[in-house]
């Protein structure tokens, strides 16, 4: 009796001693080995957003090259003027462009939805259900629906003011990019915008994802349906320059082969007619990007926005004021311009506490498909080292260092003209970010816009007897996030934006309270459910890849800068010295060292065998015979070589002449300062002249700089 | 002289990877964290603390009073000792099937959905739902509802590289 409960109670007391300590050790090893997928979840999220970052800045060079171009050269081929004037020059004659769709015949083996204007609902449900089945709209009613809506926006406000009376909700949405899934996942979670169920959609509707049309057709077809329920604000991608880099362009031009042109026309006028701002109840101001201390509502109210077509093209100066602000930074000291930008940068977000303005190369690559594209800034990979500082006395040349009118009027206290200072507060408006410290700086990153600190958002406020500002343009893991005391939301629409699995997208809804309420959702391809390890890796071999490229592209000033460190051509440095050397030639920010079991092997004493960090990467079919190093550059600068083959090529038949592509090269040269000799481009043209008819398909050429990652196949095999 | 040089050596590395997963964590480059990222941050450091030997270290690490956010120069000494004594050293895989053994009673060689459910959230430093509804989500051979624990332990300990 006795003896026995209490052997039997001391043995489970042990026992249960036991389990206990199992269970705390089992516990310890696996909050550990979730802890290290937060780890690799959180750097892969960098490494996108470092990546983003990173060619969006460079998105300034291609822009600045096209000023250069129109500047300097009003006709490219020779043949009248080119589609790039066509593109950039603003609007001449609107009158003429008259009601140009009537004319188009559309073919009774359409059948797609044909519209009747004025649309109703069951040309909206039309259009969905075409859309959902992979219709394309045909181009006559694109056009109508076009025409139709650059009339009706041409009436709104700059600023449009909406109330919640009526116990309406009115749900707001961030970017969309072009990502047909999301909008709708959120018409089906949050039902169709109707008089019932107004909507905002805040800007970025169009670039980097494919279905661009599609959704500015449902937009604009809602817009029309419902036009006191229905609002769009312009954001950073509606803009022509932009979507010649990021996609769109390409997208209509192939969708739309013979009425692409005219339609990108009809665009360009719609995005700068898009209200910049919208506000709920005196008390909620919705902008796509941000604010600065500059931002003035009243003004914003009065000025023409029409005449903004795109941020990245100043209203034109005369070249006098160009090069007389270009002498006066001179005279200033162009390295402390630098300095100071670089120190500036180092307060504001970590991610983008890099200097681009440092001569040894903030460059980058195009790479794999979810993140932009790039343009290498001053030297190529053929002259590693300081650029020398262009002289004063070059008024022709565009500097490639710094995009002349982009920092000059950053750098403005005071813009000279109504239309500098128009430009400059849509521009605020449109691709500023907050941040966590006081202040507002410019933000040299995006290469527009500010930094705004809680002190600027508090001050603009109050001013104007605001409660919250509810903007976008960043992406967010969550969809949403709150910042600035909760007095800013940033709302993003997009899920999986880097990659399947990489982010939710959300939006918001507001009713009388003014009290936001979040819904989140992810488009997903997959049924089978995840587990969080097969999510995180699948979202981190896309990043690595990505990083991956870019190192191939940076390769030879990669290996200078090992070398460096490795006097003895040992062939290894420590891995301080490969985290500086790569920092110090990517600028990406990233945790190197973190990164390194990814990137690059170990010898067996512990050292970094910097070789094997392109390993893994390769050209993909090495059909043209050149240098590595032209190799190299011309893999920079693919995408942005494809973008200008693009323009060039009028009549989409991918082909052009000889002579066309030695031209754009020597522009492309010249500019960037990539010293490649003539000889080596002629040379490199009649190569690629396979078939010698005086004709080159780009589309071949380009695909010889293509890269296979060798990993892929081995990745696959362990599963 | 040179075993001086290659110790500081030594410290100035670890205080550059210590930096590097901190500013992982640090958005704003604020130079300080949300103090529920901390355990993240130690934990992708190499280390396996239990809870309370984490609760430990926060305290010393935090603010006199509690701000929610632990700062880097707080966070940098304290680490650096952990680092240089092994603290919190892993767990040899031998160890851990050790560790499901004594919860696998009857010696099965695998434990049922629910039993390691139980242990996880009502024994030792218990799991939230969430945690153990990943855990299971992939610990679980679908077809029978069981954890081959062995399996279990050499799937993770790979995938943890």
Not at chain 1, 251 to 276: A, N, W
Request: glycine share 6%; hydrophobic share 35%.
């Amino acid at each position: 009796m006795g003896c026995g409960t209490s052997v039997a109670t001391e043995n489970q007391g042990k026992i249960s001693e036991k389990a206990m300590k199992a269970a705390v050790l089992i516990q310890r090893w696996y909050r550990r080995y979730i802890a290290r997928l937060e780890m690799r979840r959180r750097y892969t999220w960098s490494i996108f957003q470092s990546i983003e970052y990173a060619g969006e800045q460079e998105q300034l060079q291609l822009s600045s090259f096209f000023s250069f171009m129109l500047d300097n050269f009003t006709q490219l081929s020779g043949n009248g003027p080119d589609l790039i004037s066509n593109l950039l020059e603003p609007e001449v004659s609107e009158g003429s462009r008259g009601a140009q769709f009537e004319g188009i015949l559309v073919s009774d083996s359409y059948c797609g939805p044909r519209l009747s204007f004025p649309l109703t609902v069951s040309d909206t449900n039309a259009l969905l259900g075409a859309f959902k089945a992979q219709q394309t709209l045909h181009a006559r009613y694109l056009l109508q629906l076009l025409h139709e809506t650059k009339k009706f926006l041409k009436q709104m406000p700059n600023i449009i003011r909406l109330s919640t009376s009526c116990a309406k909700e009115i749900t707001i949405c961030g970017d969309l990019h072009g990502r047909l899934d999301d909008l709708l996942l959120i018409f089906y979670k949050n039902g169709l915008p109707s008089t019932e169920n107004p909507y905002v959609f805040n800007g970025d509707f169009v670039d980097r994802g494919k279905k661009s049309v599609e959704i500015l057709v449902v937009l604009f077809a809602f817009l029309l349906v419902y036009p006191d329920h229905m609002h769009l604000n312009r954001g950073n991608h509606e803009d022509h320059i932009m979507n010649l880099r990021y996609g769109f362009t390409k997208e209509v031009m192939q969708k739309y082969r013979v009425h692409g042109r005219e339609i990108l026309r009809l665009l360009q006028d719609i995005f700068s007619l898009l209200p910049l701002a919208t506000i709920i109840d005196d008390k909620v101001l919705i902008v796509h990007g941000g604010i600065s201390n500059m931002t003035d509502l009243d003004f914003v109210g009065s000025i023409e926005r029409h005449k903004v077509k795109s941020a990245l093209r100043l209203p034109r100066q005369s070249f006098d004021h160009m090069g007389l602000e270009w002498e006066r930074r001179e005279a200033k000291g162009y390295q402390d311009t630098q300095s100071s930008g670089r120190s500036r940068g180092e307060t504001t977000r970590k991610r983008r506490s890099r200097s681009r303005k440092n001569s040894s190369g903030s460059s980058s690559s195009s790479s794999s498909s979810s993140s932009s594209s790039s343009l290498c800034s001053p030297c190529g990979s053929l002259h590693p080292g300081p650029t020398p500082l262009p002289s004063p006395g070059l008024l022709g040349r565009t500097d490639i260092l710094q995009v002349p009118f982009l920092d000059s009027v950053v750098a403005m206290a005071t813009p000279h003209s109504r239309e500098e200072e128009e430009w400059k507060q849509v521009v605020d408006l449109l691709w500023s970010d907050p941040k966590g410290q006081n202040g507002c700086t410019p933000n040299t990153f995006r290469g527009g816009g500010c930094y705004f600190g809680p002190d600027v958002t508090r001050r603009l406020l109050q001013k104007h007897g605001l409660r919250l500002l509810v903007r976008s343009h960043e992406c967010k893991q969550e969809g949403y996030e709150l910042c600035h005391d909760d007095q800013v939301i940033t709302i993003f629409s997009a899920s999986n934006y880097y990659e399947e699995g990489s982010n939710r997208g959300a939006y918001l809804k507001l009713g009388p309270d003014l009290v936001p309420r979040f819904f989140q959702y992810q488009v997903s391809r997959c049924t089978r459910k995840l587990t969080l390890h097969q999510r995180v890796s699948v979202v981190e071999s896309s990043a690595l890849k990505a990083l991956k490229e870019k190192l191939f592209a940076h390769r030879s000033e990669l290996m200078t800068a090992f070398q460096q460190y490795d006097e003895d051509s040992k062939g290894y440095i420590s891995t301080s010295d490969w985290a500086k050397a790569m920092e110090s030639v990517l600028r990406l920010d990233l945790p190197w060292r973190t990164l390194r079991p990814r990137l690059a092997r170990l010898t067996p004493d512990g050292s970094v065998e910097y070789q094997s960090c392109f390993e893994d990467v390769c050209p993909g079919q090495p059909t043209i015979q050149i240098s590595p190093n032209l190799a190299e550059t011309l893999y920079r600068y693919r995408t942005d070589l494809e973008i200008i083959f693009n323009i060039i090529d009028k009549d989409h038949s991918g082909l052009i002449s000889i002579d066309e592509f030695r031209q754009t090269w020597k522009l492309f040269s010249s500019h960037l300062n990539v010293d490649v000799d003539d000889r080596t481009i002629e040379d490199l043209a009649r190569t690629i002249d396979f078939n010698k008819d005086g004709s080159i398909d780009f589309n071949e050429f380009l695909e010889a700089f293509r890269v296979v990652h060798k990993l892929d196949g081995k990745e696959k095999q362990q599963g | 002289m040179a075993d001086k040089e290659s110790a500081e050596a030594v410290i100035s590395e670890i205080h550059r990877r210590i930096a590097e997963a901190f500013n992982v964590f640090d958005n704003e480059s604020s130079k300080s964290v949300d103090v529920r990222e901390v355990g993240t941050i130690i934990r992708s450091l190499g280390c396996f603390p239990s809870e309370a030997e984490l609760h430990e270290m926060i305290a010393e690490v935090e603010e006199e009073e509690p701000t929610g956010y632990i700062r880097f120069e707080k966070f940098l000494p304290a680490m650096t000792k952990v680092l240089m004594e092994r603290k919190f050293r892993p767990i040899p895989k031998d160890v851990l099937i050790q560790a499901f053994e004594v919860l696998d009673q009857e010696k099965k060689g695998y434990l049922e959905a629910e039993e390691l459910k139980k242990y996880m959230t009502q024994e030792g430093e218990p799991f939230s739902q969430d945690e153990v509804e990943e855990m299971l989500s992939a610990a679980l051979d679908n077809k029978e509802n069981v954890i081959f624990y062995k399996d279990l332990v050499s799937k993770m300990t790979f995938e943890d590289l």
